[in-house]
């Protein structure tokens, strides 16, 4: 059986889990590529060993070398420094830009007409720096942060209610950090909304719950960051674009005009399939939620300007 081909960036915890998945779930011939030697290839063979067990189709390759990825379908880009304990995302920003321009110019010039989904933080200023360096449409760049942060929300949901997750409908929009919007009157609990099943302060906590959970994780495990996941949310994208579902899900898009928002990258429901974003949905939002999703984008906008300057 011939299976399409994902290219993973980053042979870490994220890209190995997320190359685990993919395999695991059938989806795709994975190629996990890292600078540091032996590393893919050693994972890469873990996972091979594991076939027989679990019985998945694909094979995975790991290597250092980005012509072993001519070809792919889908490139994941998870390359980078991972946040430490105290760390925010910005201060993440002139390093991973750094890792990330490098990753896409190699990346796109062996596959030109792949799909770029970008994981690395600062989710959104590094999709926007990923789209600007491959010169490919808006549509085919796009980053992976607002199924995390919907699935973090959920689960918190979830939580505070007793009710099974498969119940959860739960959102949230913006930039994947401090300025993250989450949308508690588009998230539904077995098709309640949550503003009208929850009192004001325990949505709030729920919301700040949600725009911490990153960090939380962070603080926990003291040395590395999340994984799992992110990982799974990774997967969740890849499968809406191999199986060219048209699946609505929470993407790391380029806007154009909607929510008043223009030329900025951030987290909004879009629509996927083999072509990319096929579809940016937009949301009956209230007065609030509108100015709180244009601030958010004002602080994305900020941050890749300070990224340029570092650059120029």
Not at 30 to 58: T, Y
Not at 185 to 200: E, I, K, M, P, Y
């Amino acid at each position: 059986m011939s299976y399409p081909k994902v290219t993973v960036v980053g042979a870490g915890q994220v890209g190995a889990t997320a190359a685990f998945l993919l395999l695991e779930k059938s989806l795709a011939d994975v190629v996990l590529i890292d600078v540091a030697e032996g590393l893919p290839q050693g994972k890469a063979l873990d996972m091979m060993h594991s076939r027989s067990v679990e019985h998945f189709g694909p094979r995975v390759t790991g290597t250092n070398d980005y012509a072993d990825t001519a070809g792919s379908d889908v490139i994941v880009v998870t390359a980078g420094l991972a946040r430490k304990p105290g760390m925010t995302r910005d201060d993440l920003l002139a390093a991973n830009g750094r890792i990330v321009r490098s990753v896409i110019e190699q990346a796109a010039a062996a596959s030109p007409d792949a799909i770029i989904l970008c994981v690395t933080n600062p989710l959104d200023i590094m999709v926007d720096l990923a789209w600007k360096v491959s010169g490919l449409p808006a549509q085919r760049v796009f980053g992976m942060g607002g199924v995390l942060d919907s699935a973090r929300f959920a689960y918190f949901i979830a939580a505070e209610t007793g009710v099974d997750i498969s119940k959860i409908d739960a959102l949230a929009c913006g930039a994947h950090g401090d300025a993250m919007v989450p949308m508690p009157r588009h998230s539904f609990v077995d098709g309640t909304r949550l503003t009208d099943l929850l009192s004001a302060d325990s949505v709030t906590e729920l919301c700040r719950r949600t725009i911490f959970g990153g960090a939380e994780v962070v603080s926990l495990l003291k040395t590395g960051s999340a994984f799992y996941a992110p990982a799974a949310s990774v997967v969740r994208m890849v499968k809406a674009i191999l199986t060219d579902s048209g699946d609505v899900v929470p993407s790391c898009v380029r806007l154009e005009g909607a929510y008043g928002i223009d030329g900025v990258h951030m987290s909004v429901p879009a629509r996927l399939g083999r072509a990319g974003v096929l579809e940016v949905p937009e949301l009956d939002v209230d007065d609030a939620e509108r100015v709180a999703l244009q601030e958010s984008a004002r602080t994305i906008r900020t941050a890749i300007e300070t990224l340029e300057g570092k650059d120029a």
